[in-house]
């Protein structure tokens, strides 16, 4: 067998079941809390990129339909990031995640560094808003949860005569900035711990290992300059009171 591809077939479907339900079965086990979730969200998974799979097509072969469909990627994010840090309805998150990502992406297409071919916009889009989402949603709770601990201190910050702003950023920006780790971590490892996504699959489109490199390259530090401003934004939005638990 010589393709680089991953086998398809019933194989293919037992280890993707088998691996959910390990998954599924440990952190039941450990009680973390999350075994129906993880089992929802591989189902989830599984019936959105069919759904993608069989409109991929149509979709990349259209101007109008790309936007559109960065547009949805763009709602979609900003309601899942926006539940996970109030754990209610709010559209707030979809302005970090916006600020983060869609700038670059339009920035690259103004350049001519991405081809304005939807082939190239989606997954490029994606993996921008993805990480933004990412970096908005872990801001956010951490933010939230800094401030339900260390009222106190936000209450005494007040009392000095800090304005309501500087006290709550003062207790709730260094544990947001935390959300910039994993991105962090995983461009300093790269190469010598992970061989990311983007990597391996430039490699399997038949592309050699030095253009592959770059287009990790490239992805890593755009992810970089996307979550961070994703992060700051996100703070000043639970520092304004735009971001609270619902």
Known sequence: ????????????????????????AVVTLGRLGHGRQIVVAAVRATLQLAAVSLLIVVIVGSAAATAGFVLLMWAVAAATSG???????????????????LPVVAALLATGLLPPRGIAVVPVAGILIGGAMTATSLAGRRALDELTTRRGEVEAGLALGLLPRDAVLLVCRPA????????????????????PGAFVGVLLGG????????????????LLAVE?????????LVAHGRLRPA
């Open 228 to 236: 961070a401003v994703a992060v700051v934004v996100t703070v000043e």
């Open 83 to 101: 539940r996970r840090i109030t754990g209610g309805r709010t559209w707030w998150a979809a302005v970090p995640i916006g600020a983060g990502s």
């Open 207 to 222: 592309a050699d290992p030095l253009t592959a490199g770059v287009t990790q390259l490239f992805v890593l530090i755009g």
């Open 176 to 195: 947001a900035g935390q959300a910039l780790v994993p991105a962090l971590d995983q461009t300093r490892t790269v190469g010598l711990v992970t061989l």
């Open 1 to 24: 067998m010589t393709s680089t591809m991953l086998v398809t077939g019933p194989g293919l479907a037992v280890a993707l079941v088998a691996l959910t339900a390990v998954a599924a």
